[in-house]
């Protein structure tokens, strides 16, 4: 089964033109398949992105947080309107404690308890994508910042979809405005976060 120039499936195998045939084949497909016709839907909508609010809860705030009870390693903090950061790593503490100490930034929160979630298909379903912190810069902008020790392809494609939802809430307006980025090694995190400060103050 190959997506032809006309950008339709095509189905070259005469053996598979039984219609019970073809069934089986568009199952052991399905990620082409729904692939395919996710391309097609965003390239209709590229005139404008447009952001889809939860009509329970349309806008989170850390402020709502309720308190919750854990056995997990946990530090005070001071720039976090959160009380308390849990650490599930020793590479969250690193972060953790950098958000605390570089002058950069202003205000932060672990993505915990929060329902910060990006949808993005994978595999034909909707699954949904936690980042893992967000950061308030001191030039106003929001990194949405995700800790990672490997890549792979589903990670990949959370990316694309985290891509697509920073530039809608940024063209949108009304949020202030947003990046996004991933940090594979430990040490890297303090140059991603001075990078990003960097670079928003440079192109105002």
């Known amino acids: 089964m190959i997506i032809d120039t006309s950008g339709k499936l095509h189905i070259p195998s005469v053996w598979h033109q039984d219609p019970m045939r073809k069934q089986i084949l568009f199952a052991l497909n399905m990620d082409t398949v729904v692939g ?57 503490k690193v972060v953790a404690d950098l958000c605390e100490k570089v002058p950069q930034v202003v205000a932060w929160a672990k993505n915990d308890h929060l329902d910060f979630v990006i949808r993005y298909l994978w595999r034909g379903s909707s699954r949904n994508f936690v980042p893992d912190y967000l950061i308030r810069l001191d030039n106003g902008k929001t990194l949405v910042l995700e800790v990672k020790g490997v890549d792979d392809e589903r990670n990949r494609i959370k990316r694309a979809a985290m891509a697509v939802w920073i530039k809608t809430v940024n063209e949108q307006g009304g949020f202030g405005q947003w990046c996004f980025d991933v940090v594979f090694e430990p040490a890297r995190t303090r140059d991603v976060l001075l990078k990003h400060a960097s670079e928003c103050k440079s192109g105002e």
């Open 36 to 92: 395919h016709v996710n391309r097609f839907v965003r390239l209709q909508n590229t005139e404008k992105l447009e952001a889809v609010f939860d009509e329970l809860q349309p806008i989170g705030s850390t402020f709502r947080m309720r308190s919750w009870l854990t056995t997990k390693p946990c530090q005070a903090t001071v720039r976090s309107q959160i009380s308390h950061v849990v650490y599930d790593s020793a590479w969250e």
